[in-house]
């Protein structure tokens, strides 16, 4: 199986024979275990509050302790007090050096290429690859009995000059947090040069989901599990901003560990995880593609380990309940795509994706055939399984039909009557031609299409974004006739979606009084910050 094929299998639900898996009703690992231990203390006041508590002197693995869900958790649905904080009683996190590297990436490469051999077949292109590979690997070996490998490194090329790759891994390495001596995220940004770290040095949801994925494909599972299990337990937690509290299941945007004295003793410390519902954000944004992006990373967990146990936890398939259950709560919406506010996604400032963004509706489409995969059947489960099959269906018909441009599309808008009142209107949202930019009729080319940035009524954003678009390509919410489309549109305008820069976020970028007007005169929202 080619590299490019095994990602696809591993990120998404989008064969379902690579997806689907046995889901075995045993729960013999039901609960957290851990080092740690669940004990009352004072805060302030007579009330007594649990908080979690570690009393390794080394650190704590995920996996090697035994804990209770906090004060109910997610089966009492009883949120926890915000002041409550998960605390590990450590007195210094050991060293992060010493994290196996593992072999080179020849090995891994072969390894993984096996396992991924799901179904017992390759095509010859395959097993050319994989002879190649192979080939790759002996010659590695060969090398590095003849001392040519740079110590430190773990790449096969020789001459002990690092490779692109490896300084890559080394920047990510050196990103990675620590809760009590075990990995549990990378942050979100790292700038040697800038004093002003605002929110930058926390780990973020969405922004570690693309190290997770090099982890799991890396083989390094572990600081995966520990990253799920601990937003997990963060979502159960009280979420208040002015006297309101939003929807159980919401997970945070990011958290932060932080070391703060022990009670009681001034002179010891203690890590805390202190997490951000967006309460303290920017703007104040709800993250809600945060409970999305968990869901898709903990099937991707599952599919690279093939530990299916972390899945079949009575506290995982309750968050992952808890998750659903507020994605389709009955609204006043008539659309089965998701409804959101500015900035709930993506960069967290505004962009004039207020509505039904695509980017929110193929990570919800991902994240509902990863949650399908992954529900055991029962009764407390089969009306949740229901409702999300029929919001698939739904789902993917209205952003393939409505939500696809392309040249064809494009002259049937020019000619779209409006004002259109009956039940089998072909103008079903009431667009008027004159809405249509003149740098699309331009820039569409003859061949190629891709699906816009948002529809409402009487409104079809026509930038070209980028994640939307490719992630609606990787999870089979595009067709395939889509898919090849919106891969010959990027090949066509490469020039303007790449060139010499990063895949660009969105295509055109808002200038002059478009953007002063949509982004609220955000100088961290220009042009250039788009790239």
């Not at 080394?58 to 997610?74: P, T």
């Not at 075990?182 to 930058?200: E, H, R």
């Not at 006043?332 to 962009?351: A, K």
Request: aromatic share 10%; net charge negative.
């Amino acid at each position: 199986m080619g590299t490019s094929e095994a990602v696809l299998h591993v990120l998404t639900g989008a064969v379902p024979q690579f997806l689907s898996s046995d889901m075995c009703s045993s729960n013999s690992d039901l609960v957290f275990y851990s080092k740690c231990h669940i004990k009352s203390v004072k805060k302030k006041g007579s009330r007594r509050l649990p908080s979690l508590k570690c009393s390794s002197m080394s650190g704590c693995q995920i996996g090697s302790y035994r804990c209770k869900r906090l004060g109910g958790g997610l089966h009492g649905n009883t949120a926890i007090d915000r002041l409550t904080l998960l605390r590990c009683k450590c007195q210094q996190a050991e060293s992060a050096s010493g994290v196996d590297i593992g072999e080179g990436n020849g090995a891994w490469f072969v390894d993984n290429a096996k396992k991924l051999n799901l179904n017992g077949s390759m095509n010859s292109e395959d097993i050319l690859e994989f002879k190649t590979v192979e080939q790759l690997k002996s010659e590695n070996e060969v090398s590095m009995s003849n001392g040519k490998v740079g110590t430190g490194t773990n790449t096969i090329f020789t001459g002990g000059v690092d490779s692109v790759e490896d300084e890559a891994w080394k920047l990510l390495r050196a990103s990675m947090v620590y809760y009590c001596g075990s990995p549990v995220g990378t942050i979100a940004a790292n700038d040697p040069t800038s004093s002003n770290v605002l929110n930058y040095d926390q780990v973020f949801i969405r922004d570690f989901i693309p190290s997770g994925i090099a982890f799991l494909l890396k083989g390094e599972y572990d600081i995966v599990r520990n990253f799920i299990l601990h937003t997990l337990q963060l979502q159960s937690w009280e979420k208040t901003m002015d006297c309101h509290s939003p929807g159980q299941g919401l997970m945070p945007a990011s958290f932060k560990v932080r070391t703060v004295p022990l009670d009681g003793d001034d002179s010891a410390t203690e890590e805390v995880l202190d997490p951000d519902f967006g309460e303290a954000a920017i703007g104040r944004v709800a993250p809600v593609d945060s409970g999305l992006w968990w869901i898709i990373l903990l099937r991707a967990y599952g599919k690279c380990s093939d530990d299916l146990s972390v899945q079949e936890r009575v506290d995982v398939q309750t968050g992952i309940k808890m998750i659903l259950r507020l994605c389709l709560a009955d609204g006043f919406d008539m659309f089965p795509t998701l409804l959101v506010t500015d900035g709930s996604c993506m960069i967290d400032r505004r962009m004039g994706i207020h509505g039904h963004p695509l980017e929110i509706q193929a990570l919800f489409y991902s994240a509902l055939l990863c949650a399908r995969e992954m529900l055991i059947p029962g009764d407390g489960s089969a009306d949740l399984i229901r409702a999300l099959n029929n919001r698939l269906v739904a789902l993917s018909f209205h952003i393939r039909e409505y939500y696809w441009i392309d040249m064809r599309k494009l002259n049937e808008i020019y000619r779209y009557k409006t004002e259109e009142y009956s039940y089998d209107a072909v103008n079903k949202f009431n667009i008027y031609p004159d809405q249509i930019s003149p740098w699309l009729v331009e820039w569409m080319p003859n061949k190629g299409g891709y699906l816009i940035g948002n529809l409402q009524p009487a409104h079809m954003d026509f930038r070209f974004f980028s994640l939307g678009n490719l992630w609606a390509v990787v999870s089979g919410l595009a067709t395939i006739d889509q898919s090849h489309a919106i891969l010959d549109l990027i090949e066509t305008k490469w020039a303007d979606l790449v060139a010499e820069m990063p895949f660009k976020i969105c295509y055109p970028a808002l200038e002059g009084q478009e953007w002063q007007i949509i982004t609220g005169c955000d100088p961290k929202n220009t042009s250039l910050s788009h790239a």
